[in-house]
Every structure is written in structure tokens, then in C-alpha cells.
């Protein structure tokens, strides 16, 4: 039996700059018809930071291996 479009999982899109912006930080939304939010507007989605690496860079890495697409 196959699945209705409605029950697959969505895939979100990330990206890093929104146009117009001089702020590089990730931002998300689950589907193409969402509004851009911060990527901390999705806390069932956080990763922890690593100081090391650019804030939000633990979560786009997650996500990545999920298969959310990098506009």
C-alpha cells in the first residue's frame, strides 16, 4: 500500500543569510510556504553548541544528515 503525500515525512530547507541581511546565522522552515525563522525558534530541533564551531553549525549539521535542504 502506498502512502498519501500528506503522511511522507517533509524534508525543511536551511539557510545561512536571509536576503538583504549582513547577519550570517541559520535560519529554518520546515515547508516552502514558512516564514524563515532563526534556527533557536525550533528547540525540538537543537543541537548542543561546540564552542569551537559558528552558533548553529551543530543543529545545520543534524539536519544535513537528515536530508534538509541548504538553499
Known amino acids: ?5 500528506s503522511e511522507q515525512p517533509t524534508v525543511g530547507q536551511m539557510i545561512w543569510k536571509l536576503p538583504g ?3 550570517t546565522i541559520l535560519y529554518l522552515r520546515r515547508q516552502t510556504t ?8 525550533f528547540p525540538d530541533l537543537l543541537q548542543p553548541e561546540e ?3 559558528s552558533p548553529g553549525y551543530t543543529t545545520f549539521l543534524a539536519l544535513l544528515k537528515q536530508g534538509w535542504n541548504l538553499l
Do not use: K
Not at 500500500?1 to 503525500?5: G, K, P, R, T
Not at 514558512?34 to 525558534?41: F, G, L, N, R, V
Open 1 to 5: 500500500m502506498s502512502e498519501s503525500m
Open 34 to 41: 514558512d516564514e524563515w525563522q532563526i534556527y533557536t525558534a
Open 21 to 23: 541581511s549582513v547577519e
Open 51 to 53: 564552542v569551537e564551531m
